[in-house]
């Protein structure tokens, strides 16, 4: 069978990513084969044991809740793509290296406003932050184009987290510092080690377009590509054209949920045991969508707006093909349960008149200065979310 084109891509995309990694201007002080020590956690307030990274079926673990044969190198040797540890920022208006239709991933927490460009995201995966004084694994994976940020305490201890160099279904696969423990990126479960079946908790962080983060977040901090501590291609896609909705996931096993092609975009939500996807389809078009839905008799809305590119479709982040830019909130204000329209590229509530913005906060009209509960939501291909959601309902147009 011939080998399809986009896994001959990725072949050249991880020997860019290596090679990257072996680069002698890497300053972190730690040696890229050898994961570093946590400073930050004490270590006997969890259970010891082996190190998962040495091996995956050790008698002294938990029970797996994976298959750990599913659990396969993706090339690098742990850390060989390095997370960023000590992360610098500047100021929006000091950043003139950003296009306005350049996905960043969005945390905000406290009043504290962080964008962490796809750019960087795309050579380290992992950055260890601390936003609104709460620890923060911010993480984001290429190949199924997923950004999920976490709370990085595990049992009331804070630790940081790495790559393993493994992939799950074709998905990030995380360690954590105090335990060498293997974690799932797009669920945040420990899997295999001595910390498996802990969860993490996730942190609503979108992607969202350079323009609107900038827009909606003047006082905001940027991640700085230029103290990251390597040196890296930065704005350079090493996974040209891996987001094709008639491609194939890299080095995934098992058979592709048929209910859409494996690569398709989808927006998926888990909501008190409830999970719902919908293709990207089904809630974009025009400058503008809302999705008045519910998830297990939740009222939810899904905004969508125009003006976002995809960093994983061209040779540079920031001119991949239009995807646009979602938002999932609670639509309820004061107990009162609101529906929403589309109007321009902004939204308007039908009970109120007031104008909505992307971010969910209400910029004109009665409810002024309000915001919407932002839900977390997962931006990403269909297999992966197929993967962890089997039974999970699927909206298609």
Not at 75 to 101: A, C, K, N
Not at 239 to 264: H, S, W
Not at 299 to 322: E, K, L
Request: net charge negative; hydrophobic share 40%.
């Amino acid at each position: 069978m011939p080998v399809p084109s986009t896994l001959v891509g990725l072949a050249s995309a991880l020997s860019m990513v290596l090679a990257g990694c072996a680069t002698p201007t890497d300053t972190t002080g730690t040696g890229l084969n050898h994961p570093a020590e946590a400073p930050l956690t004490d270590r006997g307030a969890l259970p010891q044991g082996p190190s998962a990274l040495d091996t995956l079926d050790d008698p002294a673990f938990p029970e797996p809740l994976i298959d750990p044969e599913e659990i396969i190198s993706g090339g690098p040797t742990p850390d060989g793509i390095p997370s960023i540890d000590d992360p610098r920022f500047l100021t929006v208006d000091e950043v003139d290296w950003i296009r306005d239709q350049e996905a960043v991933v969005a945390v905000v927490i406290d009043g504290d406003a962080r964008a962490y460009p796809a750019q960087i995201l795309i050579w380290h995966e992992i950055v260890n932050d601390t936003v609104g004084g709460v620890p923060v694994a911010v993480t984001f994976c290429p190949l199924c184009n997923s950004a999920v940020t976490f709370r990085r305490v595990i049992d009331g201890v804070e630790t940081t987290f790495g790559t393993s160099g493994r992939l799950f279904a074709s998905a990030l696969v995380m360690y954590d510092r105090a335990t060498e423990s293997l974690w799932t990126h797009f669920d945040g479960r420990a899997v295999v080690g001595v910390l498996a079946g802990r969860r993490l908790d996730p942190i609503p962080a979108p992607l969202m377009s350079w323009e609107e983060f900038r827009t909606a977040y003047p006082d905001g901090l940027v991640l700085d590509k230029f103290r990251t501590g390597h040196s890296r291609r930065y704005g350079d896609n090493p996974y040209v054209g891996y987001d094709d909705p008639d491609g194939f996931p890299f080095l995934f096993r098992g058979d592709a949920d048929g209910r859409l092609r494996a690569m398709q975009r989808v927006v998926g939500v888990e909501l008190g045991g409830a999970a719902k996807a919908w293709s990207l389809d089904a809630v974009s078009g025009g400058e503008a969508r809302a999705t008045n839905d519910t998830i297990g008799g939740t009222p939810i809305v899904v905004f969508w707006r125009a003006g976002q590119a995809s960093a994983t479709h061209q040779f540079q982040t920031d001119i991949g093909r239009m995807v646009g830019t979602v938002g999932v909130f609670s639509p309820v204000v004061d107990g009162r349960v609101l529906t929403f329209r589309a109007d321009g590229d902004g939204f308007i509530d039908g009970e109120t008149g007031s104008r909505w913005d992307i971010t969910g906060r209400a910029i004109a009209g009665p409810l002024t200065s309000t915001t919407l509960e932002r839900l977390h939501h997962l931006d990403t291909f269909w297999f992966a979310w197929s993967t962890y959601q089997p039974d999970g309902v699927l909206i298609e147009p």
